[in-house]
C-alpha cells in the first residue's frame, strides 16, 4: 500500500474578501500502515490538513500524493469518519453500511452486501441493532455504525477528524479500544489519521503523533509504544508520562505566547 506524502503544502481561507492562510508549507510523510494522530489546538489547521488529505479541497501550493498520484479529488482508497455522526437518518443501521459499501463496490450482490454489512455491525458490537434507526442508537452506537461503514467499505487509509469528540469519557474510551482492536486485527493493514485534540486520546492510539501550532507542523514524535500495550501499564509508564508531559507543555506553550502577544503578564 502506498505511503501519504504531504509536500510543502500551503492553503489559504478566503472569507469576506478577506484571505487567510491556514497551512504554511507543511510537509509530512505518512508511512503505509501507519497509525498517526495528529493534536494541537483549535484553529491550528487539523481539519484542513485532513480535507486536504480527502480530496475535498486542493492546495494552493504544493501537493499531496499517495504512492505516486496525486490526491485531487475523493477517491475509494479513502474513507473519512467525522466527529458528527454521518449516518442517514432514513436508512437503518445495516442500511447505512450498505450504502456505504455500495460506493465503493457498486457491482456486488445482494447477499454478499447484506452479509458483510453484519459481518462489521458484529465487530463493532452491535448484534441485535442491525434493524435500528440512527435515532434509536446512543452517539457511540452511532459512531460505531460510522466505524463499521468506514471499514466495510476497505480503504487502504481511514482519515478520522475528531470521531470521539462529541461522546461521554466511557464510551470514548471503549471506542478507542474497539478502533485499535480493529485495526490490529483486520488481515489488511491500513493507515489511519487520527484527529483529536486530547493529549491522552493520541498517546494510547498512535505509533506517530504530529503537533500542530498554528499553519504548521511543531513536533513529529514516534511514541515508540509497541503494538501491544496496555492500557493501564502503558499509562503508568515514566515513557508515557514524560512524553505527556512535553505534549502538555506544547500546549501551554502556545498559549503564553498568545497571551504575551497580546502583551499580558503570566
Ligand atoms: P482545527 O481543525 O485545527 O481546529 P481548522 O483546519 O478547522 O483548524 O481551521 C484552521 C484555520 O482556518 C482556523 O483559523 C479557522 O478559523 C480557519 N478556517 C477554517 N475553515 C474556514 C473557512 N471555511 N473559512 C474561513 N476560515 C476558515
Ligand atoms: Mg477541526
Redesign the pocket.
Known amino acids: 500500500m502506498p505511503d501519504i506524502d504531504v509536500k510543502n503544502v500551503s492553503f489559504e481561507?478566503e472569507?469576506e474578501n478577506k484571505k487567510?492562510l491556514?497551512l504554511d508549507n507543511v510537509s509530512l510523510r505518512i508511512q503505509d500502515g501507519e497509525f498517526v494522530c495528529i493534536i494541537?489546538q483549535?484553529?491550528?489547521?487539523?481539519?484542513?490538513l485532513i480535507t486536504l488529505m480527502e480530496g475535498l479541497q486542493k492546495p494552493l501550493a504544493g501537493q499531496i500524493l499517495i504512492g505516486d498520484k496525486n490526491v485531487d479529488g475523493p477517491g475509494k482508497d479513502r474513507c473519512m469518519v467525522f466527529q458528527h455522526y454521518s449516518l442517514f437518518a432514513w436508512l437503518t443501521a445495516e442500511r447505512n453500511v450498505i450504502f456505504g459499501i455500495k460506493q465503493v463496490y457498486p457491482k456486488m450482490p445482494k447477499k454478499d452486501l447484506d452479509r458483510i454489512a453484519t459481518d462489521y455491525l458484529h465487530k463493532v458490537g452491535l448484534e441485535g441493532y442491525e434493524n435500528k434507526y440512527p435515532r434509536q442508537l446512543s452517539g457511540g452506537q452511532q459512531q460505531r455504525v460510522a466505524i463499521a461503514r468506514s471499514l466495510a467499505m476497505n480503504p487502504d487509509i481511514l482519515l478520522m477528524d475528531e470521531p470521539f469528540g462529541a461522546v461521554d469519557t466511557k464510551t470514548r474510551t471503549e471506542l478507542q479500544d474497539l478502533l485499535l482492536d480493529l485495526c490490529r486485527n483486520e488481515e489488511k493493514k491500513r493507515t489511519v489519521v487520527f484527529i483529536t485534540h486530547d493529549v491522552d486520546e493520541a498517546l494510547y492510539l498512535a505509533d506517530r503523533i504530529i503537533f500542530m501550532q498554528p499553519k504548521k507542523i511543531r513536533r513529529d514524535i514516534q511514541t515508540g509504544f509497541g503494538k501491544d500495550r496496555k492500557r493501564d501499564e502503558l499509562t503508568s509508564s515514566p515513557e508515557y508520562q514524560s512524553l505527556r508531559r512535553e505534549l502538555i507543555g506544547l500546549f501551554y506553550e502556545r498559549v503564553r505566547d498568545e497571551i504575551a502577544e497580546e502583551g499580558a503578564y503570566i
Open positions: 481561507y472569507y487567510y491556514a494541537g483549535s484553529g491550528c489547521g487539523k481539519s484542513t
